[in-house]
């Protein structure tokens, strides 16, 4: 461990960086964090019919999978500058992708409406969650602004599929004579992966992002100088909040 890690046999806040002033290893949560994202988008994309169950099983997989990824970043990355907000979040993605497995397990619970409801439930609640982190991590800018992003997606997925009608089927043809039926699990199963692709894009620029920036400042003269001055700043400030 190098004397800078230490004072006094005491772990100190690792040097951020001038401009982001955020644990360095953040930029690789965010890019493991869209990978269940960009699966859950392309599992849904290819797939032709979708049926309740089915529906349950895929989005319970990417919330699973989801929570449990984010529980590792809130735990696994010193100082995280929102721990506790990402571990509840964790949390309730974990046992909201639990139960939906369990749902899509059980034929009479894997209704359309079930699914319609859950999944809003999910994605208000972890996008409230999200948005309160970045307005607690506001002095944080880049950071802040990715939580803010992700949140306000993910809230908007939740108002948007809890307007969708269970109850609905709308048949439909063509000019070829291709018969179907628009159907409350097709119309909420395809928000679902339309919302898994866009938050997959938006957690890859933001840690390719984060990435960039965070090399070049610790390449820039006076950059860790600058840091440290900033993490005083921001502790100081953070205790004065709580």
Request: avoid cysteine; charge should be neutral.
């Amino acid at each position: 461990m190098t004397p800078s890690a230490t004072a006094g046999g005491i772990p100190r806040r690792p040097r951020g960086h001038g401009v982001t002033n955020v644990p360095e290893r953040l930029w690789v949560a965010l890019l493991v964090r869209a990978l269940p994202a960009a699966a859950a988008a392309l599992v849904i994309t290819f797939t032709q019919e979708y049926t309740p169950a089915y529906s349950f099983v895929v989005f319970g997989a990417f919330a699973l999978a989801t929570g449990v990824l984010i529980g590792f970043e809130a735990v696994g990355i010193p100082f995280h500058p929102a721990r506790g907000l990402t571990f509840l979040r964790s949390i309730v993605s974990a046992i909201a992708g639990g139960a939906a497995l369990v749902f899509g397990a059980v034929p009479h619970l894997a209704t359309a409406g079930g699914f319609i409801w859950h999944v809003a439930i999910w994605a208000v609640v972890t996008g409230l969650l999200e948005l309160i982190a970045a307005w607690r991590v506001r002095r944080l800018p880049l950071f802040a602004r990715e939580v803010l992003i992700s949140g306000a997606l993910t809230l908007l997925f939740g108002i948007v599929i809890a307007l969708v009608p269970p109850d609905l089927n709308a048949s439909y043809g063509g000019t070829e004579h291709i018969e179907g039926a628009l159907t409350a699990t097709v119309q909420s199963t395809g928000l679902l992966g339309a919302f898994a692709a866009m938050l997959a894009v938006v957690l890859i620029i933001e840690g390719i992002t984060l990435r960039g920036i965070t090399r070049r400042s610790t390449a820039a003269p006076g950059g860790d100088a600058g840091a440290e001055a900033d993490v005083a700043d921001n502790t100081h400030n953070e205790s004065m909040e709580d």
